[in-house]
């Protein structure tokens, strides 16, 4: 059975940092394309990082790009997102997702975790 | 970037009827070399994550019932629900995957009633 667990998420102070964290298990982690996707409180779905399974190739929302970093450790099945410079407008419940790649490291998104939920705040 | 604009935002129909939710694209979204729509829908329930429905426009995910469809081509979507049950109370997306970044519609939210 395929899983995906987030953790990291936290309240923090705008200009803060954090790092979030997806462990994953029931499939063969480097084989795989992985995503970050951010949701605000009642609001939609958006899509904020992505990394190719070797992790050599790796994209990013323009409203993240330069601040936030997504990487992956395929010996612990384990993929992260860096979150530097947090603005309010980044609190947001973040969702690790395994997609089937199609265009780039990203494509359509078969398998979502819980999520963790990050609130940028003073 | 591809912006993905749904109808209805919300929706209510009674307990065994249609639903449906439109979806358009402001670019085409069909690749002619292979003829597939890049288009996907999601349904997201109360307090959870995503679900995966629909993909390459029609595509249903295995174990998604049968009454879920999808239909479109090019720039213009839909998503039939063919008899409401009281199960598929939810926020449908639809996403393109065309091109990066992916987007999502901003949601229908479906409703008995």
């Known amino acids: 059975e395929v899983q995906l667990l987030e953790s990291g998420g936290d309240l923090v102070q705008p200009g803060g940092s954090l790092r979030l964290s997806c462990v994953v298990s029931?499939?063969?982690?480097?084989?795989?394309?992985m995503n970050w996707v951010r949701q605000a409180p009642g609001k939609g779905l958006e899509w904020v990082s992505a990394?190719?399974?070797?992790?050599?190739?790796?994209y990013y929302a323009d409203s993240v790009k330069g601040r936030f970093t997504i990487s992956r450790d395929n010996s612990k099945n384990t993929l992260y997102l860096q979150m530097n410079s947090l603005r309010g407008e980044d609190t947001a419940v973040y969702y690790c997702?395994?997609?089937?790649?199609?265009?780039?490291?990203?494509?359509?998104?078969?398998?979502w975790g819980q999520g963790t939920l990050v609130t940028v705040s003073s | 970037d591809i912006v993905m604009t749904q109808s209805p935002d919300s929706l209510a129909v009674s307990l065994g009827e249609r639903a449906t939710i439109n979806c358009k694209s402001s670019q085409s979204v069909l690749y002619r070399s292979n003829n597939k729509n890049y288009l996907a829908w999601y349904q997201q329930k109360s307090g959870q994550p995503p679900k995966l429905l629909i993909y390459?426009?029609?595509t249903r995910q295995s174990g998604v019932p049968d009454r879920f469809s999808g239909s479109g081509s090019g720039t213009d979507f839909t998503l039939t629900i063919g008899s409401l049950q009281a199960e598929d109370v939810a926020v449908y997306y639809c996403q393109q995957y065309y091109s990066t970044p992916p987007t999502f519609g901003q949601g229908t939210k479906l409703e008995i009633k």
């Open positions: 029931g499939f063969t982690f480097s084989n795989y394309a």
């Open positions: 390459w426009a029609s």
């Open positions: 990394i190719s399974g070797s992790g050599g190739s790796t």
């Open positions: 997702a395994r997609s089937v790649v199609v265009v780039a490291a990203t494509g359509y998104f078969e398998y």
